[in-house]
């Protein structure tokens, strides 16, 4: 049955508004799992978690804690695997700064982020963080592939209780722009190695060759890309967009993924931010770098860093005067897009804008049509494609919609794009080339100073897991199934030589279509316009991409996915959908102690999760608790017991209370196991009538601030008091 030191389901510590919300609920699930014998166990991949257990020495013995993160890519690897993973910080360089602090003030004798190393201890150190930030935890997690749906129940209450969608016209200026030319898109190649290698990737300059990176290990079959961006060409497409913007006079935005894409990302995004204010860096440049300005690091930090100089400051305002209005993060706030590079994360914000009609909200608290700058052409049509199809046709209709299913290519890191450590800014002109042990030059592109070029692969066994996967899932429902693979672009081409013979193999290449993204985009909501349902089949950025697009348009948030890792091993990851980690939920809490998480993600990767051990551990109780998971979750849609916006209202806390109502009474009410009945009956039973009691204590504690002891380090003690303020339901809990 499992102990507590091998438990049988690892639930993971997080960040934000998940974890705040786990420490009510993780008391309720270990309640009624231990009820079948089964034990519940945690792992820290928290941002804090993962700074602490870098930096043993920096720490005092009882300051130190494992290196969880490492540890469970080890057990995702084993048959035993069995993971329920919430949403964790993919942080920017903003958010690590702002950790590191948190932590020193809580006193954790932790090193300073350096920005520019210069000792060896400060090049250990930034080595350290550098592999902390951005899309850290997930590549670890992932040894398999993804498979995420909207889960039956959630589906069906959206198309009873259909949300706002905002009207589009056919009049409306919101458009996408995207570089013509010189691009990751356009200067990809990409090739399938034969045999297993090693490799390095060298710099060829007239002063001669650098070893950018060495003893990169490829098995055989591996789908190897390399390709890059022209900053001289970012920079004019830029520059060109920022003034056609304000011609036009619409909201300038720019849409990137500086969490996933954590090299590449934040270093278009700082060319963006001196585009914007590039007289005021003509101008005052040196002033700027020698006060630390890293425009990477964003429009916020580099007004901190200059605010106590009034001719830059002066020079900002007269710049910012001249240039269109910017969509805002946060207009009562002044917060613009270009503020923090993880503050606008392109697979939120542009399905929030689209859903929305094609607005954003301007600096004036007002919405707006929008120019939604992508630079990079590879999966801008997605978006390109979706805006011009619901100006065609209008908004799409929740209540009628059917739904768009993925299987999306990720297991063993494939398709990592834009992240440490094959993603470079090239220091000087020459030649970048990828060579293989035996001499070979696999990959050869001529650079300029400030390009960025970055390499990114995809093994051949996770490929043909994915495609097997995609084959199961078709078979079982019969739907219109696609794989958004384009021919003219490199690295897809490989695949569809890979996945056509596997397709005919089995035999069912007449149940699937190969579409580039453009197509496919346009297919899937003509299908589900129609009220049918489609499997979109992709790679690991289009599989980020799309469950949040569809999600959003069909439930109104990503948040409630069934989101399900069949790990290559026999193990199972359950991951809580798509919802990022809301740090706008945590400061309302602490403001007003009220918290609009929804855990329906949670409830559905639980009921997952219990079905997974019965079946792989035998366990037939486990298949009862997960069945009565999956009618709480029905009685909190069904009742509409989700947690309100605002404060007042019934929140996370709430909707707990009553999550665990429906679990025991769906337990009482069960006649599959007579000791589960027997066992929860006295539970629902006192849940039930102290219904009003539970309900007024949760109501007493609205409104006013609460202190958790730390953004990204809470106290427990503290959190435990905030997230459990009923009395009454810890009794019966406890």
């Excluded at 022209?230 to 300038?252: H, N, P």
């Excluded at 400030?450 to 994915?466: H, L, M, T, V």
Aim: hydrophobic share 45%; charged share 25%.
């Amino acid at each position: 049955m499992g102990n507590t030191a091998n438990p049988d389901i690892i639930y993971t510590k997080v960040d934000e508004a998940p974890e705040l919300a786990s420490a009510s609920l993780l008391p309720i699930i270990r309640k009624f799992a231990s009820a079948a014998g089964i034990t519940i166990g945690t792992k820290d991949i928290s941002l804090a978690g993962r700074i602490l257990s870098a930096f043993p020495d920096a720490l005092t013995a009882d300051q130190r804690i494992p290196d969880d993160l490492a540890e469970l890519g080890e057990l995702v690897k084993t048959p035993d695997a069995n993971v329920i993973k919430l949403p964790n910080i993919s942080a920017s360089v903003p958010q690590l700064v702002a950790a590191i602090k948190e932590l020193q003030a809580q006193g954790y004798a932790l090193p300073d982020y350096p920005e520019d190393p210069a000792t060896d201890a400060e090049k250990a150190a930034r080595a350290k963080y550098d592999a902390i930030k951005g899309s850290a935890v997930n590549p670890v997690l992932r040894e398999g592939n993804s498979d995420r749906r909207a889960a039956t129940a959630v589906k069906n209450y959206a198309q009873a209780n259909p949300h706002r969608m905002g009207d589009w016209s056919s009049a409306s200026k919101t458009r996408v722009a995207a570089m013509a030319g010189d691009d990751f898109r356009s200067n990809e190649t990409s090739a399938t190695l034969t045999n297993a290698t090693t490799a390095k990737i060298v710099l060829e300059t007239a002063s001669g060759e650098t070893v950018l990176k060495d003893g990169i290990k490829y098995p055989a079959g591996t789908v190897v890309d390399a390709t890059f961006m022209s900053a001289k060409a970012l920079d004019a497409f830029l520059t060109k967009e920022i003034e056609k913007t304000k011609a036009e006079g619409v909201l300038f935005s720019l849409h990137m993924k500086a969490t996933m894409m954590k090299v590449s990302d934040p270093i278009i995004f700082g060319h963006a931010v001196k585009a914007w204010l590039a007289p005021v860096f003509e101008k005052f440049g040196d002033q700027m770098e020698a006060l630390g300005v890293n425009p990477n690091s964003g429009l916020g930090d580099l007004l901190d860093r200059v605010k106590d100089d009034t001719e830059i400051m002066a020079a900002i305002d007269a710049v910012n005067a001249e240039r269109p209005l910017m969509y805002m993060v946060n207009s009562d706030k002044g917060i613009t897009n270009l503020h923090v590079p993880s503050d606008v994360i392109i697979d939120a914000s542009m399905p929030a804008l689209i859903r929305a009609g094609g607005k954003g909200w301007g600096p004036d608290g007002n919405e707006a049509d929008c120019v939604c700058v992508i630079p990079d052409n590879s999966y801008a049509p997605v978006y390109d494609a979706a805006i011009e199809f619901f100006k065609a046709n209008g908004k799409l209709n929740p209540a009628t919609a059917g739904t768009v299913q993925n299987i999306g290519l990720m297991a063993q890191k494939a398709e990592e794009y834009g992240s440490h450590p094959t993603t470079f800014e090239i220091p000087a002109d020459g030649t970048v080339k990828m060579v293989l042990e035996d001499g070979t030059v696999l990959h050869s592109h001529a650079v300029e100073k400030g390009d960025i070029w970055r390499s990114a692969s995809a093994r051949k066994a996770p490929i043909e897991d994915w495609v097997n996967l995609a084959i199961d899932r078709q078979r079982l429902t019969g739907y219109r199934a696609i794989f958004w693979l384009d021919a003219t672009r490199a690295h897809d081409a490989e695949l569809i030589r890979m996945v056509k013979p596997i397709l005919e193999a089995k035999g069912v290449a007449n149940k699937f279509e190969i579409m580039a993204p453009r197509e496919a985009t346009i297919a899937s909501l003509e299908t589900i316009t129609k009220g049918e349902n489609t499997i979109a089949v992709t790679g690991n950025v289009l599989r980020d991409y799309l469950t949040d697009l569809f999600p959003i348009l069909e439930l109104a948030t990503s948040a409630k996915m069934l989101s399900i890792v069949k790990l290559m091993q026999g193990g199972g990851l359950f991951e809580t959908g798509a919802g990022g980690s809301a740090p706008k939920h945590v400061q309302q809490l602490q403001e007003e102690n009220h918290l609009r998480w929804d855990s329906l993600g949670e409830f559905c990767a639980l009921g997952e999760s219990f079905r997974f051990l019965a079946e792989s551990k035998g366990n037939a109780k486990a298949k009862v608790l997960g069945d009565a998971v999956d009618a709480a979750t029905q009685g909190i849609l069904d009742h509409d017991r989700s947690p309100g916006r605002k404060v007042g209202q019934p929140d996370n806390r709430d909707s707990h209370y009553w999550f665990a109502r429906y679990w025991a009474e769906a337990l009482a009410a069960q006649s599959d196991d007579a000791g589960l009945a027997a066992e929860f009956a006295p539970v629902a039973k006192a849940l039930a009538e102290d219904e009003a009691k539970i309900v007024a204590e949760f109501a007493a504690v609205q409104g006013k601030p609460a202190d958790i002891g730390g953004y990204y380090h809470a106290d427990p003690a503290k959190l435990a008091a905030v997230m459990r303020p009923s009395g009454t339901l810890n009794a019966i809990i406890d």
